[in-house]
């Protein structure tokens, strides 16, 4: 564990004033988020990956509570009670925080790996210790097994878009073949060919369904109240997300839809959501990403936004 | 007149005394980052200001600023100084065809001048304040011996040159590092923590102090009289960076991270001072062997290299500003 995160409060994380006003947290959050990417060279020789990977999951927590009015009020009377500006910050964690989303406030209960982000090329195959996804790439069967998809964090099925993408080698010795099939099945991840890979979508097996962000186990139940569904709320989109094997960072990550905002999103917090304008486009994301019909999914928010709010946040 | 021999009823012809002089030390650890570059820009850009500058070369042994500057090789030199031929660096210093410029060479006969001693280095120091002009200008050698250091360490403004390739990124790192180090061994007999700092230098130590941050939060929260006099002492260490040959967006946001990872590294911070782009117009004006704000003064990297000295000049706005 990284020694120096110990006394630095989440104020100190981002490197702002105890007075900095909303924007300047957001622009200091960014540029900690651009600082403490994975391959950012200002990093070499000062700070580990795992270091920085560290300081990353800070920065979020800080983030997750800085960024919010609320919490953030709450954060400032914690610090205050206790009389001092450093402490543990995982100690004084968001007290009025919703429990579902309390392993990822504090990111000592997560598991010692991060997400890879499919968006930054080569962030994955040099990382040395992302052991899920690396096992599900070493398997030579060209329909991924089953139990990888119960891992939310796997890279979704690479094997049978290597198939069709890449040329084909007939007549190679095994040897040959599968060592190239590993490095083609690490390309998959990056973004243009996940990309492709949609396009050229194989049959997968008759219980595995396939969404934007991965593949899940089919309940013909959920599936049937999912067709049927007109009324969208937060609590019916978490569970479409939670069906569909996404994790919330997975999902922020590729809608580009801030963590914080997913949250009071799904927890129909209409109070935290920005501006109808935004709302509208964040839904259509969102449905986007989790494979729902994007029409339905924004009217029916909407229309449950604009009644949960007060008027002036309305047209 | 012989202003040698002393009367009570002569009036110091320059004036009255003049302020104390401004020493700005151009360093950065790797070699060819335009350490010599920087130093001579920012020279004449602040004559350009209407200072009078003194550019020394302490790149020693492998001095080259007057190619840089495209100037003579002075009479007289460094290493008369140092020789002792010379007794302040006044008597050393040349002027340059540049007005409000002086220069004072490294070029040297004497083979050795890279290794000056201890005391010799004092009295190079010591004389550095006694120059006439109110802005001197350090042109550091590459790499981190102590010398290097030393001649950083005592400087106004330190500046750390960088360019956005990882080889420049370690070293300029390294160089910080071995710094801000040198600063703790010369302040530890003042306050008393010589086997801390000399096992928080091992970075391998028990102490799991992997970073000055860490050293600076063991000695606190251990002994928080020596905590607050060890803050003291590193509160004037704050570094200039200056990121050069700056080609893309991102080679910009570079200074940002940088500046970041000084906050949470040494605990101490860092001033993003600014950017050079990366130009033809510098080698062009090398080969011409004629300094490049002479040469192409309505070139864009001239109004980057007179932000960075009103930047310099002027730290207080840099701050309000960002």
């Known amino acids: 564990m990284f020694g120096s995160k110990d006394g630095m409060n989440y104020y100190e994380v981002l490197e702002v004033p105890h007075d900095a006003p909303q924007h300047e947290i957001h622009k200091a959050y960014q540029r900690a988020k651009a600082t403490y990417a994975q391959d950012n060279p200002a990093l070499y020789s000062m700070f580990t990956r795992e270091e920085a990977r560290d300081l990353m999951k800070l920065v979020d927590e800080a983030y997750a509570v800085l960024g919010n009015h609320g919490l953030r009020r709450n954060y400032d009377e914690t610090l205050l009670k206790a009389g001092l500006r450093n402490m543990n910050p995982v100690a004084v964690a968001a007290p009025s925080h919703d429990s579902r ?26 990382a040395p210790d992302y052991s899920a996804p690396v096992q599900t790439l070493h398997v030579p069967s060209p329909i991924p097994p089953p139990n990888a998809v119960a891992n939310p964090y796997s890279q979704p099925a690479p094997k049978p878009a290597v198939q069709v993408a890449a040329p084909p080698a007939p007549a190679m010795d095994p040897l040959h073949a599968s060592a190239t099939g590993v490095r083609e099945s690490i390309l998959v991840t990056n973004s243009e060919f996940t990309v492709r890979k949609r396009e050229t979508a194989t049959p997968l097996p008759a219980d595995t369904g396939r969404c934007p962000l991965g593949t899940y186990k089919i309940d013909l139940a959920m599936e049937q109240d999912i067709a049927t569904a007109t009324e ?34 799904e927890s129909n917090d209409f109070k935290n959501l920005p501006a109808t304008v935004f709302l509208r486009g964040f ?27 007060p008027s002036k946040y309305g047209p | 007149m012989n202003d040698n021999t002393p009367s009570p009823f002569k009036l110091n012809p320059k004036g009255p005394a003049t302020l104390p002089t401004n020493v700005w030390a151009i360093g950065g650890g790797k070699g060819g980052i335009g350490k010599s570059f920087i130093s001579s820009s920012l020279a004449i850009c602040l004559t350009k200001m209407g200072k009078s500058v003194t550019l ?22 460094l290493s008369d100084f140092i ?70 360490l005592s400087a106004d403004q330190k500046v750390v040159a960088v360019t956005p390739e990882p080889t420049s990124i370690e070293n300029a790192y390294r160089f910080m590092k071995s710094s801000f180090y040198r600063k703790l061994r010369l302040a530890e007999s003042e306050l ?27 000695v606190s929260q251990h002994n928080p009289e020596a905590g607050q006099r060890f803050q003291e002492r590193i509160g004037d260490f704050q570094l200039q960076l200056l990121l050069n040959q700056v080609r893309t967006r991102q080679d910009i946001e570079l200074g940002h991270s940088m500046k970041s990872v000084c906050r949470k590294y040494f605990g101490i911070d860092a001033n993003y001072l600014g950017y050079i782009d990366h130009d033809n117009a510098v080698w062009q004006s090398l080969r011409k062997r004629r300094p490049l704000v ?13 932000q960075i000295t009103k930047n310099l000049l002027n730290p207080q706005a840099l701050r309000a500003v960002i």
């Open chain 1, 283 to 309: 839904l259509v994301q969102m449905a986007k990403q989790l494979g729902l019909d994007e029409t339905k999914v924004v009217t029916s928010y909407m229309s449950l936004a604009k009644a949960g709010l």
């Open chain 1, 232 to 265: 969208f709320d937060g609590l019916f989109l978490q569970k479409i997300r939670l069906y569909k094997q996404v994790s919330l960072e997975k999902l922020s990550v590729s809608s580009r839809i801030g963590k914080t905002y997913l949250i009071a999103l």
């Open chain 2, 192 to 218: 008393g923590l010589q086997s801390l700092i000399e096992s928080a230098m091992d970075s391998r130590n028990q102490l799991g102090i992997r970073s000055p941050a860490d050293l600076v939060r063991y």
């Open chain 2, 56 to 77: 020394i070369d302490l790149d020693l042994g492998s001095a080259n600023l007057h190619t840089v500057l495209g100037v003579k090789i002075p009479p007289q030199t």
């Open chain 2, 294 to 306: 002479i040469e192409y003064p309505y070139s864009s990297i001239v109004g980057q290299f007179l």
């Open chain 1, 101 to 126: 989303y309390a392993p990822e406030m504090q990111h000592d209960s997560l598991p010692d790996f991060v997400v890879p982000d499919p968006s930054i090329p080569g962030s994955f195959d040099e």
């Open chain 2, 83 to 152: 020789s002792g031929r010379a007794q302040s660096l006044n008597q050393v210093s040349a002027p340059t065809e540049i007005p409000g410029l002086q220069f004072i060479s490294g070029f040297n006969d004497a083979l050795n001048i890279a290794d000056i001693d201890r005391d010799n280095k004092a009295r190079l120091i010591h004389g550095i304040r006694q120059i006439q002009t109110p802005y001197v200008i350090l042109d550091l050698g590459a790499g981190t011996s102590e010398n290097t250091l030393d001649f950083f």
